[in-house]
């Protein structure tokens, strides 16, 4: 009862988030995020060039038949791998700033968690975080890495987080707000 208020905003953010959903469709003219931008496809299948996703001048190209479980499997491949080389130079940046070791990291596909840390501290981030901007992913790495030291959200854990990154309150309420146009 004295957590009622906090439980309808919640769902109420909950559901417009899932109002909001778009189900790709993986053709021409349908935008996908990078690093926060939204980049237009031009979705082709050439069969003659090397299936997959590719990036210019901020607009995909995607060659592949159209199939749309092939197409968002080109796409997450992609994404994936933007995101282990992003986010792994983010973790070393960091990781040396605050003169913390974690025990390794992963790309996961976690629709609705961006990141965790085990109790060894092996680091896990979702590949939908490449499409936030390089902010709100500091963000992410850095509430991450802080769980290293502080195994839970208590006011030394926000410390270390806004000794880092004074202004993360921002990003994290971006990325709530914002998470949904994250779907693939």
């Known amino acids: 009862e004295e957590k009622r208020s906090w439980i309808t905003k919640v769902m109420r953010r909950q559901s417009l988030q899932s109002a909001r ?3 790709k469709r993986y053709t021409s003219g349908e935008s996908f995020y990078y690093l926060g931008r ?9 069969p003659l060039e090397e299936r997959g996703v590719t ?12 199939d749309q479980s092939m197409r968002k499997f080109y796409f997450v ?30 790309i996961t ?4 968690r961006w990141g965790s840390c085990s109790e060894r501290n092996r ?15 500091d963000y992410v790495v850095v509430h991450e890495l802080a769980h290293i030291l502080q195994k839970n959200h208590s ?30």
Request: net charge neutral.
């Open 21 to 23: 959903r778009i189900e």
């Open 38 to 46: 939204a980049c237009p496809l031009e979705a082709y299948y050439d």
């Open 55 to 66: 990036l210019r001048n901020e607009c995909f190209s995607l060659n592949c038949p159209d």
């Open 77 to 106: 491949c992609w994404y994936k791998d933007r995101a282990m080389h992003h986010i792994s130079r983010r973790l070393e940046h960091y990781s040396s700033m605050l003169g913390l070791a974690h025990g390794g990291f992963r």
């Open 109 to 112: 596909s976690a629709e609705r």
């Open 123 to 137: 680091l896990a981030f979702s590949f939908r975080l490449i499409m936030a901007p390089p902010e709100v992913i």
């Open 155 to 184: 006011s030394k854990f926000w410390d270390l987080v806004l000794e880092v990154l004074p202004d993360y309150r921002m990003h994290r309420r971006w990325l709530r707000d914002n998470e949904y146009r994250f779907n693939l």
